[in-house]
Antibody
Framework: EVQLVESGGALVKPGGSLRLSCAAS????????ISWVRQAPGKGLEWVSS????????NYADSVKGRFTISRDNAKNSLYLQMNSLRAEDTAVYYC???????????WGQGTLVTVSS | EIVMTQSPATLSVSPGERATLSCRAS??????LAWYQQKPGQAPRLLIY???TRATGIPARFSGSGSGTEFTLTISGLQSEDFAIYYC???????????FGQGTKVEIK
């Protein structure tokens, strides 16, 4: 069974930093692109970042470029999102999602809540 | 950036009836379009990819159609578990970017 489990969400002050993790199991992690997608309270879905299977292709939404860094450790079947210079508008549930062969997100984790507030 | 626009924002439907949801892209995305269902407090679930292919385990009452800039998700014979928010997503220019529509809430009439 494919499983993605996010962790690391917390309450953080504006300007602070946080590192999210996503633990994967039930599939061959090192052959899939993985994405981070977020959802602000009561709002829709927003793609944040993605990383290819060997970390050779990394992309970010303009809203987080220069502040967030995605990475992965295939030996540990894990995905990470380092978030710096956090803003109130980064408050959201952050999901990791596996990317299917042609670009859709076929499996999602349950999400982890990040709250940026003073 | 490709902008995805969904309509209507809210759709009120009686159980057993048909629901038709629309998604429009600001430029052609070919058939690189997915639909997701999200229930309160849950992660999104993939319903449709390639504009019309049902994901594994998705009931036949869910169907997708369209290509280019106009897409439709049809739910035939709505069941109680189908009342949720539905999002479309284009992945035409992945891995550079993905964009989602703002969602359509299907509620009980």
């Amino acid at each position: 069974e494919v499983q993605l489990v996010e962790s690391g969400g917390a309450l953080v002050k504006p300007g602070g930093s946080l590192r999210l993790s996503c633990a994967a199991s039930g599939f061959t992690f090192n052959i899939y692109t993985i994405s981070w997608v977020r959802q602000a309270p009561g709002k829709g879905l927003e793609w944040v970042s993605s990383i290819s299977s060997k970390s050779t292709s990394i992309n970010y939404a303009d809203s987080v470029k220069g502040r967030f860094t995605i990475s992965r450790d295939n030996a540990k079947n894990s995905l990470y999102l380092q978030m710096n210079s956090l803003r109130a508008e980064d408050t959201a549930v952050y999901y990791c999602a596996r990317v299917g062969s042609d670009g859709w997100n076929d499996y999602w984790g349950q999400g982890t809540l990040v709250t940026v507030s003073s | 950036e490709i902008v995805m626009t969904q309509s209507p924002a809210t759709l009120s439907v009686s159980p057993g009836e048909r629901a038709t949801l629309s998604c429009r892209a600001s430029q052609s995305v070919s058939n690189n379009l997915a639909w997701y269902q999200q229930k309160p407090g849950q992660a999104p679930r993939l319903l449709i990819y390639g504009a019309s292919t049902r994901a594994t385990g998705i009931p036949a009452r869910f169907s997708g159609s369209g290509s280019g800039t106009e897409f439709t998700l049809t739910i035939s014979g709505l069941q109680s578990e189908d009342f949720a928010i539905y999002y479309c997503q284009q992945y035409n220019n992945w891995p550079l970017a993905w964009t989602f529509g703002q969602g359509t809430k299907v509620e009980i009439k």
